[in-house]
């Protein structure tokens, strides 16, 4: 278990210093999320067409969790259908959510199953979730900066 925690932990450094799909989109939505507590802020650019995310991008600064999750986010949900996407955000957000003794299917998160460890940590759910909450916001055309301020 020891050994997947610190493959989990190279994986997020590795994102949060070379984040994929880091960039600016022309054409598209985009929305603005802004963490307060932590200080993370992104834009998230998204392309859909026929109901598919055709590509999807973000800028942004914060910390290594909220930039790593973003990188993620990016590559899981680039090619899938605008609902596929909907739905990987729930079951991400209920994981990292969920207490920390239940169980969580892993294989069904993908890669995305080396952020689950920030659910014993409230403030870092936050910063995992903020990518997602901002990509919500694009998908629905809302171009008001997603905030809590
Ligand atoms: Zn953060």
Known sequence: MSDLRELYQQVILDHSKRP???????????????????????TVYVET????VRDVRFEGDGCAISVASASLMTEAVRD????????????????????HDSEIDLDDLGKLAVLTGVR????????????W?????????????????
């Open 20 to 42: 994929r799909n880091f960039g600016k989109l022309e054409c598209g939505s985009q929305a603005k999320g802004h963490n307060p507590l932590c200080g993370d802020r992104l």
């Open 133 to 149: 909450h901002t990509l919500e916001a694009a998908l629905r055309g809302e171009t008001e900066q997603v905030t809590t301020e």
């Open 80 to 99: 899938q259908s605008v609902d596929a996407a909907h739905a990987l955000f729930e079951r991400f957000h209920s994981a990292v959510t969920s207490s």
């Open 120 to 131: 014993q940590f409230p403030m870092r759910v936050k910063c995992a979730s903020l990518a």
């Open 49 to 52: 067409r026929d109901g598919k």
